[in-house]
C-alpha cells in the first residue's frame, strides 16, 4: 500500500516563505506531485517531480528525494490567496494517484 | 469550456435511496478517476478507468458501481445510500501512462439524511 505524511496545518505572513513536506511510503513510485485545493473547490495541479530535485514554477518551487522518500513545497512570496489545502500525491503504478493526508496553510496579513 | 465536469453539484437524499452522479471529460484523456473527500479533507481513490476498462477498484463497496460508456464519461451510481456516504466525490482524469497531471471536476457535494 501506500502511506503519505503531510503537517496538518501550517500558518505564515504575507511576504514570507514557507515549507510543507511530504513524507511517503510506497511499493512503486513513479513521481511525487502537489496539489492546491482552495474551500469548496476541487484539487488543481501545481507541479510534478520524477527525479530528484528542485522544480521552480514560478513562486512555488517543489522539491524531490528519492532516497529519502521525501518532498516539499516551497511557497515564497506569500499572497492571502494562497490560503489553501495542499496536497502531495505519489504515482504507485499505471493509473494510480494517492494523495496525502493534506496541509491547511493559513496566510495572515 | 469545461474540462471536467460532474453533476449534479448538490446531491442531497434519504438513506436507501439509490443516487448516480455523472462525470464527462472534453480533454481527450484516457483515464478517469472517482475520488471520495470526506469531512477531513482526506482524499481516497475509489476506482480508475483506461479507455473504458476499471483498473482499480480500492476496496469500495459492491453498492458503488461506476461505469464508463465510453473514455470520456465515467459515471457513478450508489445504491442504498448509507449515513457514511456523505462526501464530496470528485471525477478526474488524466493522459498517458506516465502522466503526471490530473484534472479535477468540481465535486459532487452528497448529504445523506
Known amino acids: 500500500g501506500q502511506s503519505l505524511e503531510q503537517p496538518s496545518e501550517v500558518t505564515a505572513v504575507e511576504g514570507a516563505i514557507v515549507q510543507i513536506n511530504c513524507t511517503y511510503q510506497t511499493s512503486g513510485f513513479y513521481g511525487l506531485s502537489w496539489y492546491q485545493q482552495h474551500d469548496g473547490g476541487a484539487p488543481t495541479f501545481l507541479s510534478y517531480?520524477?527525479?530528484?530535485g528542485l522544480e521552480e514554477t514560478g513562486r512555488f518551487s517543489s522539491f524531490l528525494s528519492r532516497s529519502d522518500s521525501y518532498g516539499y513545497l516551497l511557497l515564497q512570496e506569500l499572497q492571502m490567496k494562497d490560503s489553501a489545502s495542499y496536497f502531495c500525491?505519489?504515482?504507485?503504478?499505471?493509473?494510480?494517484?494517492?494523495f496525502g493526508t493534506g496541509t491547511r496553510l493559513l496566510v495572515s496579513p | 469550456d469545461t474540462a471536467v465536469s460532474q453533476t449534479p453539484k448538490y446531491l442531497v437524499t434519504q438513506m436507501g435511496n439509490d443516487k448516480s452522479i455523472k462525470c464527462e471529460q472534453n480533454?481527450?484523456?484516457?483515464?478517469m478517476y472517482w475520488y471520495k473527500q470526506d469531512s477531513k479533507k482526506f482524499l481516497k481513490i475509489m476506482f480508475s478507468y483506461n479507455n473504458k476498462e476499471l483498473i482499480i477498484n480500492e476496496t469500495v463497496p459492491n453498492r458503488f458501481s461506476p461505469k464508463s460508456p465510453d473514455k470520456a464519461h465515467l459515471n457513478l451510481h450508489i445504491n442504498s445510500l448509507e449515513l457514511g456516504d456523505s462526501a464530496v466525490y470528485f471525477c478526474a482524469s488524466s493522459q498517458g501512462r506516465f502522466n503526471t497531471e490530473a484534472f479535477f471536476g468540481q465535486g459532487t457535494r452528497l448529504t445523506v439524511v
Open positions: 480533454l481527450g484523456h484516457d483515464t
Open positions: 517531480n520524477a527525479l530528484d
Open positions: 500525491a505519489v504515482r504507485p503504478g499505471f493509473q494510480k494517484l494517492v
